[in-house]
């Protein structure tokens, strides 16, 4: 039995590809592990602000200096870490909006890399303070982007990975859905990424 995470970022609601794809990643996942739980974190219907001044400020107070607009600004982080804690499979569902990945997502990626919760120089190096999670990406774009000529601007996959790693998650696999928007490929994308889920 597994705690499963499940961040949904696509504006798309029912109709995206890269939902779809998660779902899929989780129904295999409930299948392999009976009992399962699933928590969905909707970053559309509920957004994570952009990082202003006074979360950053919040961030990196004392916990001794804590007051009540501290609290309201430290809130949505604690939250969103809190839920990644109390996992052990997150499945991350990433559509591609101009070449990377949505506004939604990388605000609340802003809100989980925190100094002191999530990572920490305290042996004079960065350590990542997220142990034992997996983590399951699934990517949806109109273009290819796994290989051939777009291979280059895949820019998404390779900063998930590396911010992930950064706050201790290393064991990060991916799954597309990709040429959804290519003639040639469209009719077949989406069935071919939901085929190639194995968990």
């Known amino acids: ?6 961040i949904v970022s696509s504006a798309r609601g029912a109709a995206s590809n890269s939902t779809q794809l998660s779902s899929a990643i989780i129904e295999k996942l409930k299948t392999q592990y009976p009992g399962s739980t699933v928590t969905q974190r909707d970053l559309v219907k509920k957004k994570y602000p952009h990082l202003e001044e006074s979360h950053l400020t919040a961030f990196f107070a004392p916990p001794q200096n804590e007051s009540e607009a501290y609290k309201t600004a430290i809130q949505h982080s604690d939250e969103a870490i809190a839920e990644l804690e109390a996992a052990d499979i997150i499945v991350i569902g990433v559509p591609i909006y101009n070449f990377n990945i949505p506004s ?3 605000a609340w990626i802003d809100h989980i890399v925190r100094a002191g919760r999530t990572f920490s120089y305290g042996a ?7 142990k034992n999670k997996k983590v399951y990406l699934a990517i949806a774009s109109g273009g290819v982007f796994s290989e051939g000529p777009m291979k280059a601007m895949d820019y998404a996959e390779p900063y998930l990975k590396w911010i992930l790693g950064f706050i201790g998650v290393h064991d990060v696999t991916t799954f597309r859905v990709e040429g959804v928007s290519l003639p ?6 989406l069935q071919k990424g939901l085929e190639s889920v194995v968990v």
Do not use: C, F, S, V
């Open 1 to 6: 039995m597994k705690k499963i995470l499940e």
């Open 184 to 189: 040639e490929l469209r009719e077949t994308a």
């Open 104 to 106: 939604a997502l990388k």
């Open 124 to 130: 004079g190096r960065p350590e990542g303070l997220l």
